[in-house]
């Protein structure tokens, strides 16, 4: 008992420690951060990053209510889409369910993953190219 009492409180702390760093990053000064990196325990407390949240007042209300709606929305229309096509792919009679399988099947194992438009890929080459010591250019 001792020793899954044990497990389950290393499990515990595993989960709860990146939620405490994330909280005293929110309440460490941001010069702080970059001088000394960040602590579990701030050597100062500062609110500014709250005050600058409060700040925005409807701005962040609006920012809010696009993520609900984008999210709402997406899921309606990924749900229909879905249960479209299994109900097509579900019928016997349907003469081209083993070809929409195989489409679908396929697209589960080969993610396209996220597609980097030319500006994201101009921006890593300059980084990368800056980054160079002048010999290797």
């Known amino acids: 008992n001792t020793v899954v009492l044990t497990l389950l409180g290393i499990y515990a702390s595993a989960a709860l420690i990146p939620l405490l760093?994330?909280?005293?990053?929110?309440?460490?000064?941001?010069?702080?951060?970059?001088?000394e990196g960040y602590r579990l325990i701030p050597r100062e407390i500062n609110f500014s990053?709250?005050?600058?949240?409060?700040?925005?007042?409807?701005?962040?209300?609006?920012?809010?209510?696009?993520?609900?709606?984008?999210?709402?929305?997406?899921?309606?229309?990924?749900?229909?889409?879905?249960?479209?096509?299994?109900?097509?792919?579900?019928?016997?009679d349907f003469p081209h369910r083993f070809l929409f399988t195989l489409f679908g099947l396929f697209t589960i194992l080969f993610d396209g993953g996220i597609v980097a438009d030319r500006?994201?890929?101009?921006?890593?080459?300059?980084?990368?190219?800056?980054?160079?010591?002048?010999?290797?250019?």
Do not use: N
Request: aromatic share 8%.
């Open 119 to 137: 500006r994201s890929r101009q921006a890593q080459a300059s980084r990368v190219s800056a980054q160079r010591p002048e010999a290797v250019r």
């Open 49 to 92: 990053a709250y005050a600058y949240v409060v700040q925005l007042g409807r701005q962040l209300v609006q920012s809010y209510l696009v993520t609900i709606f984008v999210t709402v929305m997406g899921t309606t229309l990924v749900l229909l889409s879905l249960s479209m096509f299994a109900y097509v792919i579900s019928r016997r």
């Open 21 to 35: 760093l994330v909280g005293s990053i929110s309440i460490t000064d941001q010069q702080v951060l970059f001088e």
